[in-house]
């Protein structure tokens, strides 16, 4: 059974930093892209950031660039999300969700469906 | 970016009818080279992760029932509850994989 569990959030000062973890199991970690999406709780679904099997294909929405980090450890079938200079606007319930492709072409990404989710971490920037 | 926009944003249906949720994209989500619509649609029950129910615009997922469908292509499509049962209510979402970023629709709340 595949599973994807989210840890790390909690409640974070404006402009502090806090680290995600997603522990993957269940499947072959290593033979699929990941990515971070969000949700305000009550409203919509945000993709923050995805990245390749093996790290050479990043991207993130525009909103985080510079500020957030995503990475992967497949010995230790885990990925993360460094997330710096944190604003209130990141206040949400963030998903790590998996899809078998996610690569850098000439034209831009090639992405495939996101085929399993956590449950989330939920993060709550607030002094 | 692409702009998915759904319609209705809420829906009530009866037991046993038919649920139609429309997802428009801003622009085409149809890759020439594979000739595949890049749009998924999911299924978000509350307090829930959203779960995959349709992939390439019309291939439902492994273990969904057959009651869903999704049809359309280019910046149209739709998806169809054939007959609708209790353990549908949810929040419906499509999703097109074509351009980054991956965006969504804002959600169709289905209600019996």
């Known amino acids: 059974e595949v599973q994807l569990v989210e840890s790390g959030g909690g409640l974070v000062q404006p402009g502090r930093s806090l680290r995600l973890s997603c522990a993957a199991s269940?499947?072959?970690?290593?033979?699929?892209?990941m990515h971070w999406v969000r949700q305000v709780p009550g409203k919509g679904l945000e993709w923050v950031s995805g990245i390749s099997w093996n790290s050479g294909s990043i991207d993130y929405v525009d909103s985080v660039k510079g500020r957030f980090t995503i990475s992967r450890d497949n010995a230790k079938n885990s990925l993360f999300l460094q997330m710096n200079s944190l604003r209130p606007e990141d206040t949400a319930l963030y998903y790590c969700?998996?899809?078998?492709?996610?690569?850098?072409?000439?034209?831009?990404?090639?992405?495939?469906?996101?085929?399993?989710w956590g449950r989330g971490t939920l993060v709550t920037v607030s002094s | 970016d692409i702009v998915m926009t759904q319609s209705p944003d809420s829906l009530a249906v009866s037991l046993g009818e038919r649920a139609t949720i429309n997802c428009k994209a801003s622009?085409?989500?149809?890759?020439?080279?594979?000739?595949?619509?890049?749009l998924a649609w999911y299924q978000q029950k509350p307090g829930q992760p959203p779960r995959l129910l349709i992939y390439w615009a019309s291939t439902r997922e492994s273990g969904v029932p057959d009651r869903f469908s999704g049809s359309g292509s280019g910046t149209d499509f739709t998806l169809t509850i054939s007959s609708l049962q209790a353990e549908d209510v949810a929040v419906y979402y499509c999703?097109?994989?074509?351009?980054?970023?991956?965006?969504f629709g804002q959600g169709t709340r289905l209600e019996i």
């Open positions: 622009q085409s989500v149809l890759f020439t080279s594979n000739s595949r619509n890049h």
């Open positions: 269940g499947f072959n970690f290593d033979d699929n892209a």
């Open positions: 969700a998996s899809s078998e492709e996610f690569r850098r072409y000439s034209s831009g990404y090639y992405m495939t469906k996101f085929h399993s």
């Open positions: 999703q097109q994989y074509y351009r980054t970023p991956p965006t």
